[in-house]
């Protein structure tokens, strides 16, 4: 049976639409370049005009970001478009200055992951040993911005990052919402060979059922970082560690088992943290700390402005004062930015209200 005319055309059709995805690519290629020099004319005019120290700004790239999914029209679905515009301003940014993002290390980590997904991979990523030292990175000028875990679906709030936000001057200025999958990373070539398994403590608890059933006999033992516990897993015989893809690749790590986490949309998010206030972009979040008087129907009294303004709570965390023995502060997200009407009445009612009321920062909701 002879082929050759159906080849041929099948070659000379892939031909065709090749050489116009070759145009295309030539044309994106002028364009980026030409938009990358446009950004750096506007690095030129901040420089003129004294604010050429800022080069980051929270709603501009957020409302480019919601520009853009609003005008795509497919095939390509929004988490990809939005993916591909992050790291295109990202580069732009890096011709100014790379910025420098303190984040819970080590390399390998969901906070590393986090913070590629909301600064790009031109972002100079710098890995700490604490949450703590992630502040502390921030504050003491040695890097731009951090990305810290602030709550889990499954586990709740992190309390440490909750602590910190009470007494840093650093300001919370954006948000990284990312699904979280959970792997058994391990060089053992099966479940029975594993004899303890190393993670962050709430990656084991966010496992717990999975390990009850799969690995009832084998120890658990919290770590400072899944990626801490890839290195242990990877250096010791029956070892293994729960962990994400990006430390399954960083250490070279094979997945025994994968997506173990026990709530199939398990997902954390991360707050972005700076030394500015972000301004509204028009699809805002605003976070506070305040604190209520220990008497009856106090914490009602300290919400009413909120239903009274027609301001919608998305959140309400307590925990502990910790200077005062049985006192609690309360940590609020809620709609809007401050500077909307109705939520700078409610705040300004609020502080003639609360005993304490800390503002941690209003900012651009997170574009998944």
């Avoid at 940014?93 to 986090?114: H, K, M, N, R, V």
Wanted: glycine share 6%.
């Amino acid at each position: 049976m002879n082929e050759g005319p159906t080849n041929e055309k099948l070659a000379s059709e892939l031909a065709a639409v090749r050489q116009q995805i070759d145009a295309l690519d030539a044309q994106l290629l002028a364009l980026l370049n030409q938009r990358a020099r446009h950004a750096q004319e506007v690095g030129a005019i901040k420089q003129r005009h004294g604010e050429g120290g800022v080069i980051y700004r929270p709603e501009r790239e957020a409302q480019v970001l919601q520009r853009i999914q609003a005008m795509n029209p497919g095939p390509l679905p929004n988490e990809s478009v939005t993916w591909f515009f992050r790291e295109v301003m990202s580069a732009c940014l890096s011709l100014e200055q790379p910025l420098g993002i303190a984040f819970l290390g080590p390399f390998g980590t969901f906070s590393e992951s986090a913070a590629t997904k909301h600064f790009g991979h031109a972002a100079r990523l710098m890995p700490q040993p604490s949450i703590d030292d992630v502040f502390r990175e921030v504050e003491a000028l040695h890097a731009d911005y951090a990305v810290v875990p602030i709550e889990n679906s499954t586990e709740g709030a992190i309390g440490r990052t909750l602590d910190l936000l009470l007494n840093t001057p650093l300001k919370i200025c954006g948000e990284v919402v990312l699904r979280i999958h959970q792997h058994l990373l391990s060089n053992a070539r099966a479940l029975d060979e594993v004899t303890k398994v190393y993670s962050h403590a709430q990656s084991l608890a966010q496992c717990h059922d999975w390990l009850n059933r799969s690995l009832p006999q084998a120890q658990r033992i919290p770590v400072g970082s899944n990626a801490q516990a890839a290195q242990f897993a990877g250096s010791e015989p029956g070892a293994a560690a729960i962990a994400g893809q990006a430390a399954a690749e960083r250490y070279q790590l094979p997945q025994l088992a994968s997506n173990i986490e026990d709530e199939p949309n398990n997902t954390t998010r991360f707050v972005v943290i700076g030394r500015q206030d972000a301004g509204p972009c028009g699809r805002d979040k605003t976070s506070l700390i305040m604190s209520a008087q220990n008497q009856t129907g106090a914490l009602s009294r300290l919400l009413a402005p909120f239903s009274d303004a027609g301001v919608s709570l998305t959140r309400l965390e307590s925990r502990p004062a910790r200077h005062t023995l049985w006192e609690y502060v309360f940590f609020v997200d809620l709609e809007g930015h401050r500077a909307d009407a109705a939520v700078h009445s409610a705040l300004t009612e609020l502080a003639r209200r609360a005993p304490y009321l800390k503002l941690l920062g209003s900012y651009p909701m997170a574009a998944y």
